[in-house]
């Protein structure tokens, strides 16, 4: 059972160029989302997904695209990178539905580090 | 949205109880409290949960006030590898799955 799996682990740009982050999971869970987190700072909302076809945006969507065609997977695309993009990124996932204690518990993939020049 | 404040930095000798507060004074009466932690710079980890009872797991113990408004997480045994920022989430009410994380506690364990 390999949880979240996050590739590229490392990832260096040049300004303008694109590319995306994969997120991968095998639990079955309908809610996966992406954040990123910046030196001293907490992690913030950037997208996410309630089922596949179902996308929307967190605190800080700007400059990223997702889609979610597979319950699975759930890229993260940067179209134009920019210097202030360069963080690292942390996919997690979730049921939707309520668990029986009434909570849903995220869980995380192990991150990818983007640094964009 | 219900935010919640956390003092930045921590520290707690090693062997003894790590006490981590938290401030959730806009707390809607359906919303559950959630701890995570990250160690060094890996992915969060879940810890524990609750909506109004204290609550106890294999890692911790959550104990949330009776006006819900604060809640402490119990590290009973601190040790080094407890060393992690903590964040304290409150789920905001009716937006599904969002978990909107703060700048945490930063606990540091000390030998």
């Known amino acids: 059972n390999a949880g979240v799996t996050q590739t590229p682990k490392f990832q260096v740009l040049k300004t303008g160029q694109s590319m995306t982050l994969q997120c991968a999971q095998d639990?079955?869970?309908?809610?996966m989302s992406w954040y990123r987190q910046d030196p001293g700072m907490g992690l913030r909302l950037i997208h996410y997904?309630?089922?596949?076809?179902?996308?929307d945006q967190g605190e800080v969507p700007n400059g990223y695209n997702v889609s979610r065609s597979t319950t699975e997977d759930f890229p993260l695309r940067l179209l134009s990178a920019a210097p202030s993009q360069t963080s690292v990124y942390f996919c997690a996932s979730s049921y939707l539905s309520l668990h029986s204690s009434g909570a849903n518990v995220l869980t995380f993939g192990a991150g990818s580090r983007l640094t964009v020049l | 949205d219900a935010k919640t404040t956390q003092p930045p930095s921590m520290d707690c000798a090693e062997g003894r109880a790590a006490n981590l507060p938290c401030n959730h004074s806009t707390i809607s009466g359906n919303e559950y409290v959630y701890w995570y932690r990250q160690i060094h710079s890996q992915g969060p980890q879940y810890i524990i949960h609750g909506l109004k009872n204290n609550e106890t797991n294999e890692m911790a113990s959550l104990i949330i006030t009776e006006d819900r408004k604060s809640s402490t997480l119990i590290l009973p045994h601190a040790t080094l590898r407890d060393t992690a920022v903590y964040y304290c989430i409150v789920r905001v009410r009716d937006t599904g799955n969002q978990f909107y994380f703060g700048t945490g506690t930063s606990l540091t364990v000390i030998p």
């Open positions: 997904s309630v089922g596949a076809g179902i996308t």
């Open positions: 639990m079955n869970h309908e809610y």
